[in-house]
């Protein structure tokens, strides 16, 4: 049991990422790059839960700490699927995105209860749950939880429509 919030988060991670992996395991590869009609590929939802390329998704964590209450603009609905990323085997793919989640628990790992209550300004999230001022654990427990899960049930979606 986690003694601390930031021990809590980083069990979040692990646990979603052990649950991603362990629903691609066994998707071939011609299955992994087919998106049906109006979704993503297995492919595109990987590449998008790794973040933009180059970057990956530890800037949007570490710029809570660069300056008091910065702003950051997401773009929603982005796989930043490119042309390197659509030549990689959905196991490359996969490992990249334990990478960046690697990072982020071992970033989460340090940090203290009011290192997590720091906040940042995320105008795209102003109608949503979070709202648009959240702290860093919240932000964290969002990408980490929230969004890994939110794509496991897209990713189980489209695995199971007629065809795949």
């Given at each position: ?9 980083v ?9 991603l ?24 939802i ?8 180059g ?5 949007a ?23 390197n ?16 989640y ?32 959240p ?26 429509q007629?065809?795949k």
């Amino acid at each position: 049991m986690p003694e601390t919030e930031a021990e809590r988060l980083v069990e979040l991670i692990d646990s979603k990422m052990t649950e991603l992996k362990t629903l691609c395991e066994g998707i071939d590869e011609q299955t992994a790059g087919c998106a049906p009609a109006g979704r993503w590929s297995p492919k595109q939802i990987i590449s998008h839960l790794c973040g933009p390329e180059g970057k990956g998704l530890m800037p949007a964590i570490t710029v809570f700490f660069e300056q008091d209450t910065p702003r950051i603009d997401l773009v929603a609905e982005d796989p930043f699927y490119s042309a390197n990323r659509a030549n990689m085997t959905l196991m490359q793919l996969i490992v990249e995105a334990d990478l960046e989640y690697a990072k982020i628990a071992g970033f989460t790992s340090t940090l203290n209860e009011n290192q997590l209550k720091r906040k940042a300004h995320i105008p795209l999230l102003k109608d949503s749950p979070l709202g648009e001022y959240p702290t860093l654990g919240a932000w964290i427990e969002t990408i980490a939880g929230g969004h890994i899960d939110f794509h496991i049930r897209h990713l189980k979606e489209i695995l199971q429509q007629p065809g795949k």
